[in-house]
């Protein structure tokens, strides 16, 4: 079986416009893909320089490969059906490891087709460190080293405002783009490299927050064989990932027509704010999870796709999306049915094997990010608390009792929320704390949740009800009442 090489197979190559801080799983089966496709089906003609930042030699470097690699696709697609799709990926030209090869890595700065820089190197990538020194070759940290290439390039081309970037950041905080600004400039003052400097970076560069949206599933060691052969030749790189994806990215419209998307219909998004995106995707996706988690777990289910094919826990998870969430959130109401219809498709997704307790891990502050927010903002408009919703909170404190059919649930938060639960629910045993006690104490912690949520109407009744009932009978019981007894 022959190797993936540009040498054994005829493969398009591209003009290096785009220079990637990363060489990981995500942004070559996230941004690397897209950049791909843009490539096939437009006139962008834009190749990837990868840079490795940090110092290591594994994995070994693409370049064993020329570039390539092939991206493995899996999920439920726009008509309900199973699909796997593998592309190779020929959009990367070369990766450099800047730690072996500084010199490589500065001299893409005096390259004038180098339009774009993107990065994921993890939410600690973007930091500052006083320990940096402008000469070191390389600075440490992520935003040194940029700053040290920025430089570079202002002073070969000097100044010109053509020669400006746009930076997309993908690590996982918010407003990602301001914050690798904010180091940059910081550098800037700390390495005192001139306000002509500081003045080209703010004014001819564009940093763009994104939000970025895909699971990856990453390189596919136990399969590898079959797939291989599936594609019939030997990849090392190979890379695999759901079949949904969202890139939402806070920039200027002239990125969308620099990136060509108005000649191929990708599921990319140029906005003016990421903010109601983020919610969006915090309330609807991050938001199923967690209510679903406590839920499907004390109903006997262990993973999210065993969930979704339980007719009820669907139906549970459906009616609280539609009738409780979006309702909620400022976006369209087509909008925001489109993304939970394609969420309900993302975790019926058959070759993602996703554990509830492995999403259960510190589920009050969960609870609190990405539910509470739509708790509150339903209860203030129609004067009670969202019954799914009380349900959902009902079902965590049962799940923090810490047993399911007499097997000892792995619990896994903060410790002051395991010492509580622990002391409640031994108190409720021994009849010295009834529930609606128990419910009382959970919702006026203030310091947790913000506020004191006893003062919401109706959400302490509501909740102890539940959790009673929850007792009396089991979850299973109490959702199929609850969802019978909806109008």
């Not at 398009?12 to 089906?41: C, S």
């Not at 070369?94 to 990065?119: G, H, R």
Request: net charge negative; glycine share 4%.
């Amino acid at each position: 079986m022959k190797t993936l090489t540009r040498k054994n197979f005829d493969l398009p190559q591209y003009t290096t416009k785009i220079m990637q801080f990363g060489e990981g799983n995500f942004l070559r089966a996230f941004v690397d893909w897209q950049i791909d496709y843009l490539n096939e089906h437009t006139d962008l003609d834009a190749g990837i320089a990868i840079i490795r930042p940090i110092d290591t030699d594994f994995p070994p470097l693409l370049n064993e490969q020329d570039g390539l690699y092939t991206s493995v696709v899996r999920g439920i697609n726009e008509n309900d059906q199973a699909v796997e799709e593998s592309r190779i990926i020929t959009s990367v030209n070369q990766e450099i490891a800047v730690y072996q090869d500084v010199d490589a890595y500065m001299t893409l700065a005096e390259d004038p087709n180098i339009k774009f820089i993107f990065s994921n190197t993890t939410e600690a990538g973007i930091a500052f460190s006083a320990d940096d020194k402008f000469d070191a070759r390389p600075a440490t940290t992520f935003p040194a080293k940029l700053t040290q290439w920025m430089f570079a390039r202002f002073k070969h081309f000097g100044g010109a405002t053509d020669k400006g970037l746009f930076i997309i950041p993908c690590e996982l905080i918010d407003y990602n783009g301001d914050e690798l600004k904010a180091m940059i400039l910081r550098y800037i003052e700390f390495w005192e490299l001139g306000a002509e400097f500081k003045a080209w970076v703010e004014e001819a560069n564009s940093f763009c927050s994104t939000l970025v949206d895909r699971i990856v599933t990453g390189h596919p060691r136990e399969e590898l064989p079959e797939l291989e052969a599936k594609v019939g030749y030997q990849d090392q790189f190979m890379v695999t990932a759901e079949y949904f994806y969202l890139f939402v990215i806070q920039g200027p419209q002239e990125l969308a027509q620099a990136l060509k998307l108005e000649q191929l219909d990708l599921n990319i998004k140029i906005v003016d704010d990421i903010k109601p995106y983020k919610e969006r995707k915090v309330a609807i996706l991050n938001g199923a999870h967690t209510a679903l988690v406590p839920v499907a777990y004390l109903a006997d289910r262990d993973a999210v796709g065993e969930s979704m094919n339980d007719e009820l826990l669907n139906r549970y998870i459906n009616a609280l999306i539609d009738d409780e969430v979006i309702p909620s959130l400022s976006l369209a109401e087509g909008e925001l049915k489109a993304f939970a219809d394609s969420v309900m498709a993302r975790f019926k997704n058959p070759f993602i094997k996703h554990q509830l307790t492995s999403i259960a891990l510190n589920s009050m502050t969960k609870w609190k990010t990405r539910l509470l927010p739509q708790l509150i903002t339903y209860t203030e408009k129609h004067q009670t608390a969202p019954k799914l919703m009380s349900l959902s909170l009902a079902a965590q404190i049962l799940y923090y009792k810490g047993s399911r059919n007499d097997q000892a649930i792995p619990l896994n938060d903060d410790q002051k929320w395991l010492n509580f639960f622990q002391s409640a629910w031994a108190k409720c045993d021994a009849q010295a704390l009834d529930i609606t006690s128990l419910v009382t104490a959970v919702l006026q912690d203030a310091e947790h949740w913000g506020q004191d949520l006893n003062k919401l109407p109706t959400l302490t009744e509501q909740v102890s009800g539940f959790l009673a009932q929850m007792v009396a009978t089991d979850v299973r019981t109490v959702v199929t009442e609850t969802l019978g007894n909806k109008e």
